[in-house]
């Protein structure tokens, strides 16, 4: 939020010669966060002045349209003569009043202003916007100064548009929404600087009457437990927003769009509390606030066409929806230029409901964003006469004596706070006393008990002896996140200084370094990286249409989803059961940035519900929960099993002068899977690879991985219909392993190193081409006995001379003794065997025998 300081004081008695840094550190001290205070004076050097506007040639031939201008800035130029600017904006006339900077000045950003020939005409200056002024981010057109504003040409345009001030712009966090107002940040200052705070917020208001201002129907008193309504009769349609108003609100990043709109924007910075003006003439019948009904439809002021959900609240008339409640009004009932009779509205919203809404229509307005964060109930009337006050004082107009107040406000709930709680949490001595100031210095209630052999803490009283001093807090009304012990406590530090808390480090209890299982993901990783392989970090949110788009069978357990209670987008609300989806979705944005050979890999958690487990137990902040408390709710939290996986497209080695690359296929994710394997320290004798059907897979390339004869994952190239589905490449491959369904790494024995030279063979067997190439060797290994050292497969062949159905399996055999050298006839005998195994279990026979 963005505001000036010279608002600020006028409801709180800053020091006159209070210094920027200064004024930051008090914030700061508070847990405001100061993005920038900036002095207005200084980021405009050089003649900035009034101009009038004289004369307006439209220059045509160009792209866009361009206007010649004289421009009167007095005697600001030196010779009295008018000045000639070429600009492009289109909202000003003759007689308008402008803001001109003449050559030799700079503007924010160090943009210099000269001289020159532009579009066939010579400029000297430029007529300036809001944006380019840096008071704002209106960049539509450029400043013309309201009919009361007392400045003639060649006047110093500083003061007359707000450059003569500073500007503050902090950052708030979502717990203090009473921070996006004037109000909010005067009171902090008043609390930080220990000056007087006069609250616009206790201004008098007068109540509702028995008679309603217009007739309202409130249906659901949850997500609306107050509307206000006032009717303001007669303005006139063509009073401009005051010149003071317009610069604040340009100030603030809010666009000046007419008097009646511009005074409920207003009201919301001065006070925190969202407006909404409707003309009353475009209403037909009374106002009903419910929620929508799933698949209504309403054009909102943005002039975009919604879809509302059942959960949506709005505002509807005869005709249906004209107001999407607290995040944006509707086209139908908006004020236009024409309205003569105002009908003001201040509720107060769930903040739930308000957030959800908003993000599900992208709507994050200025009004959203205060609602979600919480909002003072109590400062609705207020808000509705401070409106109509400025309407009628700048418009006219005959305010109604009438005033709807429909309010279902449940009072706060008293907390009970421990008088020593703040001193045993921060480790810094308070006193009940200074407890008791600093909570009222909030706006709290505080009644001081005294807790006996576990009795209520009651009212006000001396503590009996022996007793501990128990506080009774009543948060204010505009304080929405003060609900625990832990946030008064919180609010006690803040205010008191945090600087007092002592830094003390905790003496770092004797580690017994990483776990086995963070030694096994860091050693996958570092094996896929070596092969060149990159790491990506996927959101683990996904869209209700990946099981489709993945192919997964209706009974696939990978289907069922949990869906987050309130997702970031409403188009990903579940979390995701495998890792596929999201990094698919990274290989597709990488091939997009012009990626052709790309292999990603992620180890991340997967989410599987459990359906009929029930709903978590509240566990409050208070105390440490119990050890059935923390049972009961894993029980309930999804199964979040780690996975690993691994997408591949394009080629894995590359063409060059040396030759030609090789694409990347089903073969190369299934060694993606067994480096995976290796790296967890795995025994390569307990590791099966069989041919599979499952999806997403293509059914003929894919493999399942085995340990110990249970499936940990699946490699190979995806389906087609999957590929298609994500505008993949074709022979895209992809694995994925199940981490913690690995064993624990056995204890390795240390490896014999025997001094003899090997023995190396190569055997080439023919089998039948649905044998696995794994079974193969295994029965290899099993012939070969105790001399063989290593088998690797080192090639696939098929032909015709080998006959339908038939392939060519060779392997590269090692044989060596720890104690001496193999005879060749040791060496052909052990190949033999191994070849006889493999014969008998498979019927191969030696390729060329």
Known sequence: MRVSVSWLREYVDLPADLPADDLEQALVDLGIEVESIVDLRATVTGALVVGEVLEIEELTGFKKPIRFCRVDVGAANGTGEPQEIVCGARNFAPGDRVVVILPGGVLPGGFAIGARKTYGRNSHGMICSAKELGLGDDHSGIIVLPEDVKALPGDDARPVVGLDDVVVEVEITPDRGYALSVRGIARELAHALGVPFRDPGLAPAPAGTAEPAYPVEVRDTVGCDRFVARMVRGVDPKASTPGWMRQRLTVAGVRSISLAVDVTNYVMLELGQPMHAFDADRISGPLVVRRAEAGEKLTTLDGVARTLTAEDMVICDDSGPISLAAVMGGETSEVLASTTDVLFEAAHWDPVMVGRTARRHKLFSEAAKRWERGVDPALALVAVERAVRLLTEHAGGIAGAEILDLDHVRPRTPVVLPADLPSRRVGVTYSPERVVSLLEQVGCHVTRGTDRLGED??????????????????????????????????????????????????????????????????????????????????????????????????????????????????????????????????????????????????????FHPRPGVGAPPAMGVDRRPTDAEFAAADAVVPDQPRHVAAVLTGDVEPAGWWGAGRPAGWADAVEAGRVVLAAADVP??????????????????????????????????????????????????????????????????????????????????????????????????????????????????????????????????????????????????????????????????????
């Open 457 to 606: 803490p009651g009212a006000a009283g001396t503590p009996a002896a022996g007793g501990a001093d128990v506080l009774t807090v009543v948060p204010p009304t505009w304080r929405p996140d003060l609900t625990d012990p832990a946030d008064l406590v919180e609010e006690v530090v803040r205010l008191d200084g945090y600087d007092r808390v002592p830094s003390v480090l905790p003496t770092a209890p004797p580690g017994r370094g990483l776990t086995w299982q963070q030694r096994r993901r860091r050693a996958v990783a570092r094996s896929l990286a070596e092969r060149g392989y990159v790491e990506v970090l996927a959101h683990p949110f996904v869209a209700g249409e990946l099981a489709d788009l993945l192919g997964l069978p209706a009974d696939d357990p990978r289907r069922p989803a949990v869906r987050v209670a309130n997702p970031l987008s409403e188009e990903e609300p579940l979390l995701r059961t495998t890792l596929l989806g999201p990094l698919l979705g990274i290989l597709k944005r990488n091939l997009g940035r012009g990626h052709r050979d790309v292999a990603l890999y992620e180890i991340g958690t997967v």
């Open 684 to 849: 390569a004798d307990r590791v099966e690879v069989r041919a599979a059907e499952y999806a997403p897979w293509h059914p003929g390339r894919c493999a399942e991985l085995l340990v110990d004869g249970t499936v940990v994952g699946h490699a190979g190239e995806l389906h087609p219909a999957v590929v298609a589905a994500l505008e993949l490449p074709r022979r895209t491959s992809a694995m994925e392993l199940d981490l913690d369904a690995l064993p624990p790494a056995p204890v390795a024995p240390a490896p014999t190193v025997s001094g003899f030279p090997p023995a190396l063979i190569d055997v080439a067997l023919v089998v039948d081409e649905r044998v696995p190439a794994a079974e193969v060797q295994r029965a290899l290994v099993e012939g070969a006995g105790e001399l063989l050292e290593g088998v690797r497969l080192f090639d696939v062949y098929a032909s015709e001379q080998l006959g339908a159905g038939r392939r060519s399996l060779a392997y590269k055999l090692t044989f060596r003794a720890p104690d001496r050298t193999l005879t060749v006839e040791e060496a052909v005998a052990a190949r033999d065997a191994a070849v006889a195994r493999a014969a008998e279990r498979f019927g191969a026979t030696l390729r060329g025998a």
